[in-house]
């Protein structure tokens, strides 16, 4: 992944730009920030499917054993896209259906490989890397997670995000949890 990408994607997350707007629900949106978002959601995934997923189809990888072999020995670069998508997947209240499913073409357009989303969710790769990334996508909204993103919801409204999290009467472990950085 691209420097330049990193930068813009720290770009958005400091002008207030919201990861909680990823929602199901279109009309929940606001000023069309989610298409921005979820395109780079949709980019990052498609990103860890060609470089993460892929060579290990290539390799006919099917055991537990060597697949988790597999993700521990790739490199650096992935391993910080997955830390970045796990922190993202922690502000997502819910992913939009289109962050999943994508086409990817090669250079020359002559073959296309158009990638449903219940093959993202199935792959044993992404299952290991990514646990979260079914829970946003397909199944109900947990409630500890709903609450941290309407509590993160709120802050963000009144412009206390983050900053507000530290001045919550709450205890230190549950403020380490709003403030994404577990769980």
């Not at 646990?131 to 947990?142: F, G, K, M, N």
């Not at 530290?166 to 994404?180: A, D, E």
Request: net charge positive; glycine share 4%.
């Amino acid at each position: 992944m691209s420097t330049h990408f990193n930068r813009k994607l720290i770009e958005s997350c400091s002008m207030a730009r919201r990861f909680e707007n990823i929602v199901v629900d279109p009309g929940s949106t606001r000023h069309g920030v989610h298409s921005a978002l979820t395109d780079a959601l949709r980019n990052l995934i498609r990103h860890l499917w060609i470089r993460l997923v892929q060579p290990a189809i290539a390799l006919s990888l099917t055991e537990p054993d060597v697949i988790e072999e597999y993700c521990n020995g790739v490199d650096l670069e992935l391993k910080d896209l997955c830390h970045t998508l796990k922190i993202i997947l922690r502000a997502v209240k819910r992913l939009r259906q289109e962050v999943l499913e994508f086409v990817i073409r090669d250079h020359s357009d002559q073959w296309i490989i158009e990638t449903p989303s219940e093959r993202i969710l199935s792959h044993p790769t992404v299952q290991l890397m990514l646990p979260t990334l079914q829970e946003r996508y397909a199944c109900p909204i947990q409630l500890q997670h709903g609450c941290r993103w309407a509590i993160r919801n709120r802050l963000n409204e009144n412009w206390q995000l983050p900053s507000g999290i530290n001045v919550l009467p709450i205890p230190r472990k549950m403020k380490k949890y709003l403030n994404l950085l577990s769980g």
